[in-house]
């Protein structure tokens, strides 16, 4: 079955985090380590779901109470410390910045950096990410290894996703209308964020979990970048498993 790609969308925006770069297989082996070094009974993936589950509410607290943008690095941080404390897991501060190393070292998602490269001419594309400045610069240029056509951090609006001043200050700097552009996530908070806000947007479900009970839902869901491209490019539309979760009819 093949469909006409979404009209008068130019510039796509990808969230960075979880979904072009994999965090829970870059970041497990250390978690691991780390772990097995202090005799946690707490097993890896265990761990990192918590931290994980954390750091959203880190990013969220640091929105809504509008002191001052902390930054990602600190926002996972902050949660990091709050996971090991949950779990009573002995640590020193220098022992816990020592380990938020392992953020400079993330890798993407293979099927993310082919997807990239075959979208790559037919669309304006752009990082749109929570990530520091100078941390998206690295992971773009030495992780990536993608020349996306703009980075634009959250900072340039002070607050994390799903914030809707991030999604109109993407626009503003890309001196685009909002309908021109389209939001590509892994996470169902970012394509509701974007779509309340104008955009067009592609949920690339690679975790197989629901949408958020919002009217603001996807325009397409696809489980990989692969089907991503097969359908802005040729208008092929995706086959997704029975297992992924659907929205009421």
Known sequence: ???????????????????????????????????????????????????????????????????????????CKYAFLYTLRANNIAFTREEADEFMRVWQQLSPFEDAVNGLNRLKGHYRLVGLSNGEPW??????????????????????????KPHPGVYRKAAQILNA?????????????DIMGARACGYRAAYVNRYGLPMEETPHQPDIVTVDFGQLADYLIDGIAPTLPDTLPYKEE
């Open 1 to 75: 079955m093949s469909i006409k790609p979404i009209d008068g969308v130019n510039t796509l925006t990808f969230d960075l985090f979880g979904t072009v770069l994999d965090l829970a297989g870059s970041l497990t082996p250390h978690i691991e380590e780390f772990l097995a070094q202090r005799e946690s009974p707490i097993d890896a993936a265990g761990f990192w779901a918590q931290w994980r589950l954390r750091q959203r509410v880190e990013q969220y607290q640091d929105t809504i109470l509008m002191l001052g943008h902390s930054g990602y690095l600190t926002a």
């Open 135 to 160: 941390y998206l610069d690295h992971l773009a240029n030495n992780r990536i290894k993608f020349d996306f056509d703009a980075v634009i951090s959250v900072e340039e609006a002070g607050a994390f």
């Open 177 to 189: 209308e909002v309908g021109e552009l389209m939001m590509v996530a892994s996470h169902s908070f």
